[in-house]
């Protein structure tokens, strides 16, 4: 195959960040950007040092023959319909998350995919960072165990400083504190513990002074397949540096964060530190974007799959949308949702 030409929609950061992941390639290149703001795309273009073709129009871009795969970081709203639509054109996808803010739209995006079977990788983004593949590869050798209690926690005070507040702390775009950023602590329970079976969620809303149009705090707990337990928390609002933390205990160890304690090491009497890049900050490093467009490459052109493949993705924003139900009708939820 020849070079891999890519279609983003959008030119906020992220957007931005996807450009150079996509550009650094030498099999794959930027071809179109999508945007209502073509001043401003241009010079988001100039600034990255990208030249490509300059849409408006999404529907342009799909029926593009030349586009081979598209980057959804539109508007949260914009995506489902875009994705399915991309889909029935057979352009492979990477898809921002939340992938819906639904699950009427979730479905419906499976429900393309399954007729049209393009390769599509969600943007759990986290499954590529460094420290999250330690612990992954720790847990998949056995170092802890089954993991019978695992509790991760995503605080950060998304504000006013980050260009994506104005649309973000909305309803409309924002949707919860677990569709808004908190899916990233669901994923990970899945990612490292298993399915969740059972949701049971309590939000204790947003400060005095908020602008978030929706409860910005919130906390699951959640029987797992394995017969475990887990603890999800989502703060958008908190007085904290950006925390993403990841305390897992299993029948034969423990990983907290960075650090591991497991019958692996004879004679350990306190936890060693592994030292690697941990998901606690908004750079780049610790959000590998360029990863994760790597493994999207190789899986358009040698048909494997990714860390994140859209069915995977699938069922953290089941898990997601499990949650904000049960916190809104004060009742536990039971997944799959419909059984």
Sequence with gaps: MSKIRIAVAGTGWV??????AIAARPDAEVYAVLSQHKEYAQQRMTELGIEARLYSEYEDVVKDPQVDAIVLCSMPDQRPGQAVLAAQHGKHLVIEKPVAMNREELWSIAEALEKNPVKAVVSFVLRWNPSFLNTKALIDDDAIGRIY????????????????????KTKAQGGSSMLSAGCHAVDAVRYFAGE??????????????SEYEFD????A???LKNGGIAKVSSSLECVTPYKFNVHLLGEKGAIMNNQLFSHKLPGQTDYATVPTVLPDSGD????????????????????????????????SMEASFAIDESIETGKKVILPLGS
Excluded at 15 to 20: D, H, L, N, P, S
Excluded at 290 to 303: L, R, T, Y
């Design 15 to 20: 957007a931005g960040e996807y450009m150079k």
């Design 149 to 168: 209690m695992a509790q991760i926690d995503y605080w950060h005070n998304i504000g006013p400083k980050y260009p994506q507040y104005r649309w973000s």
């Design 196 to 209: 969740i079976e059972e949701v049971t969620a309590y939000s204790c809303g947003t400060w005095a002074n």
């Design 216 to 219: 910005s705090n919130a906390l």
């Design 221 to 223: 707990i959640c029987k």
């Design 284 to 315: 780049v490093s610790h959000h590998p974007f360029v990863a994760e467009i790597d493994d999207f490459v190789q899986s358009v052109k040698n048909g494997t799959s990714t860390l994140c493949d859209f069915s995977d993705a699938y069922r």
